[in-house]
């Protein structure tokens, strides 16, 4: 249940980095998995994903390379 939140969480983050979410054609899914080995608050743990998807997207858009025609910010 708790992975399932999750990853509801996880759509927080890209909503703060990519504007507009949940169109009909962006295809944004997130997965969460637990293993259970460290015990921590949901609510760390999910504060925490907000932010680190925020800052993968974020990271990964100053990182794309140009592919074909489409232009990329890393050239």
């Not at 969480?9 to 703060?16: E, N, P, V």
């Not at 980095?17 to 293993?35: E, I, K, N, Q, Y």
């Not at 925490?48 to 890393?74: E, F």
């Amino acid at each position: 249940v708790e992975a399932k939140r999750l990853a509801q969480r996880a759509h927080d983050g890209m909503a703060l980095a990519v504007r507009p979410l949940h169109t009909s054609f962006d295809g944004d899914t997130a997965f969460a998995l637990a293993t259970g080995q460290v015990a921590a608050s949901f609510d760390l743990v999910a504060n925490m994903a907000v932010a680190l998807v925020a800052d993968a997207i974020r990271n990964a858009v100053r990182a794309a390379a140009t592919v074909g025609p489409v232009a990329g910010l890393a050239g």
